[in-house]
């Protein structure tokens, strides 16, 4: 089993900047990759960006250049730092970990103002 709790979203502005952290705790040690999805209401939930085990980062192409994901195994915390945010970068942001299953976050909205 894995929790993972979800913090550090909130209101910013066009071209402002959020960091989001994500906690894991439980079986921390049998986590593969760790990542961020969103999701809009009445959408489908999206990947943004994925680390994995060894260190890999794959980013969509909405967030390349803007966003960056990283991770403190020591902490058994992730990272997503948001820079020049836009108003389409408004979501809920979930974590979520690869292990023997797939683990949610429950969420953290994040809402990018014009």
């Known amino acids: 089993q894995v929790q993972l709790v979800e913090s550090g979203g909130g209101l910013a502005q066009a071209g402002g900047s959020l960091r989001l952290s994500c906690v894991a705790s439980?079986?921390?040690?049998?986590?593969?990759?760790m990542g961020w999805y969103r999701q809009a209401p009445g959408k489908q939930r999206e990947m943004v960006a994925t680390i994995t085990f060894g260190g890999s980062t794959y980013y969509a192409d909405s967030v390349k250049g803007r966003f960056t994901i990283s991770r403190d195994n020591a902490k058994n915390t992730v990272y997503l730092q948001m820079n020049s945010l836009k108003p389409e970068d408004t979501d809920v942001y979930y974590c979520?970990?690869?292990?023997?299953?797939?683990?949610w976050g429950k969420g953290t909205l994040v809402t990018v103002s014009s």
């Open positions: 439980g079986s921390t040690f049998r986590i593969n990759a």
């Open positions: 979520r970990a690869v292990v023997d299953r797939i683990y």
